[in-house]
T-cell receptor, first 116, second 112 residues
Framework: NAGVTQTPKFQVLKTGQSMTLQCAQD?????MSWYRQDPGMGLRLIHY???????AKGEVPDGYNVSRLKKQNFLLGLESAAPSQTSVYFC???????????????FGPGTRLTVL | RKEVEQDPGPFNVPEGATVAFNCTYS??????FFWYRQDCRKEPKLLMS???SGNEDGRFTAQLNRASQYISLLIRDSKLSDSATYLC?????????????FGAGTRLFVKA
């Protein structure tokens, strides 16, 4: 049982390049989300999904796209990377969206992205 | 104003000390409350949920005051291993989805 895994762990991009961050969970969770964490800002929700085939925008969705083709995978895409997207990205999953119950969100180890 | 605000850190305390963290939230429709712990360069992990009646887990006690929109975390008999950043998390449902807000975190250093 690996929990939540993310690839890659580190990435350096040039402005304008594209890439996809991958997230996988083996806990059969319905809910998955992507956050970014910047110094002094706390984690901010980018996009989330309440089930396979569904996605929704979070607090800071601009410049990102997501896909949830399979229940266990949630992909975050950057179509044209910008220096403002330099951050640490965390994927999280939970059985039920927080608020319905006191349900734990399980986080992946993070991806450190630098855009030059 | 941020929707979830926490005490500015860092807190530097000796081993064995009692330390308290405070957190305020601005949206009265908030429904669920949590404390997460995040070690340096690691992912956040749930420390404990926070209930209106207050709850305790070993050396950790969490309190919620809905009227004042205030959450607290008390750590008794601090250990070196308690050194971390503590995140206050608040969540509520929106139509068609939900919203979870993380505080910026309070850094704790416990020294020998």
């Amino acid at each position: 049982n690996a929990g939540v895994t993310q690839t890659p762990k580190f990435q350096v991009l040039k402005t304008g390049q594209s890439m996809t961050l991958q997230c996988a969970q083996d806990m059969n969770h319905e809910y998955m989300s992507w956050y970014r964490q910047d110094p002094g800002m706390g984690l901010r929700l980018i996009h989330y999904s309440v089930g396979e085939g569904t996605t929704a925008k979070g607090e800071v969705p601009d410049g990102y796209n997501v896909s949830r083709l399979k229940k266990q995978n949630f992909l975050l895409g950057l179509e044209s990377a910008a220096p403002s997207q330099t951050s640490v990205y965390f994927c999280a999953s939970s059985y039920d969206p927080a608020g319905q119950s006191t349900d734990t969100q399980y986080f992946g180890p993070g991806t450190r992205l630098t855009v030059l | 104003r941020k929707e979830v605000e926490q005490d500015p850190g860092p807190f530097n305390v000796p081993e064995g000390a009692t330390v308290a963290f405070n957190c305020t939230y601005s949206n009265s429709a908030s429904q669920s409350f949590f404390w997460y712990r995040q070690d340096c360069r690691k992912e956040p992990k749930l420390l404990m949920s926070v209930y209106s009646s207050g709850n305790e887990d070993g050396r950790f006690t969490a309190q919620l005051n809905r009227a004042s929109q205030y959450i607290s975390l008390l750590i008794r008999d601090s250990k070196l291993s308690d050194s971390a950043t503590y995140l206050c998390v608040v969540s509520r449902y929106l139509t068609g989805g939900f919203k979870t807000i993380f505080g910026a975190g309070t850094r704790l250093f416990v020294k020998a």
